[in-house]
């Protein structure tokens, strides 16, 4: 087990409707990315957060958002949800310092929009 | 094009067999090479991680990276059906930056 927990594990919406995603990181750990795993596809970078501030963003629209909090739990937000929105939703933290670049991934959150 | 290309397989082994997975890429910028094993329903685990050019070995995996080449291997000896699951590479062109992933190759090691 890597430490990292997501919820809820699966997920089915309806088209239009907003959901958020939850990520507990692995203790220690100071930054959170998500990224979008579509059947069959490798992960695609989502975003990453740093001590609660955005640091990178992928080539997804303004409907994903996130948040880090204190305690460096995360959530990813996705409104207005689209069909083509159904994946896997994984979460990977990590400690950024000199040598250690290892991020710790979740066990994914299966969003299905129907 | 993609930025790191994998072929998806199904890539199907006997027992014992050495395996050659392998990933291109387009950006001369990455730096840090990295191969994640993925099961079914799980997210991706750490299996090698190596920057820059040259061969790192762990137990029956290998991996190597030619930068002039733009090429990344991962070779598992003596490969067990435990070993069934799908290989992602993945690059990154700083420490702690974005994980860019190749589509993944799905192995499957038969008894």
Known sequence: ETGVTQSPTHLIKTRGQQVTLRCSSQSGHNTVSWYQQALGQGPQFIFQYY???????????????????????????VNALELDDSALYLCASSLVSAGDTEAFFGQGTRLTVV | QKEVEQDPGPLS?????????????????????????????????????????????????????????????????????SDSATYLCAMQYNQGGKLIFGQGTELSVKP
């Not at chain 1, 501030?53 to 995360?74: A, D, I, M, T, V």
């Not at chain 2, 890429?25 to 920057?51: D, I, V």
């Not at chain 2, 137990?59 to 190597?64: K, N, V």
Request: glycine share 8%.
């Open chain 1, 51 to 77: 001590r609660e501030e955005e640091n990178g963003r992928g080539n997804f629209p303004p409907r994903f958002s996130g948040l880090q909090f204190p305690n460096y739990s995360s959530e990813l937000n």
């Open chain 2, 13 to 81: 082994v006997p027992e014992g067999a050495i395996v050659s997975l392998n990933c291109t890429y387009s950006n001369s910028a990455f730096q840090y090479f990295m191969w994640y094993r993925q099961y079914s329903r799980k997210g991706p685990e750490l299996l090698m991680y190596t920057y820059s050019s040259g061969n790192k070995e762990d137990g029956r995996f290998t991996a190597q990276v030619d930068k002039s080449s733009k090429y990344i291997s991962l070779f598992i000896r003596d490969s067990q059906p």
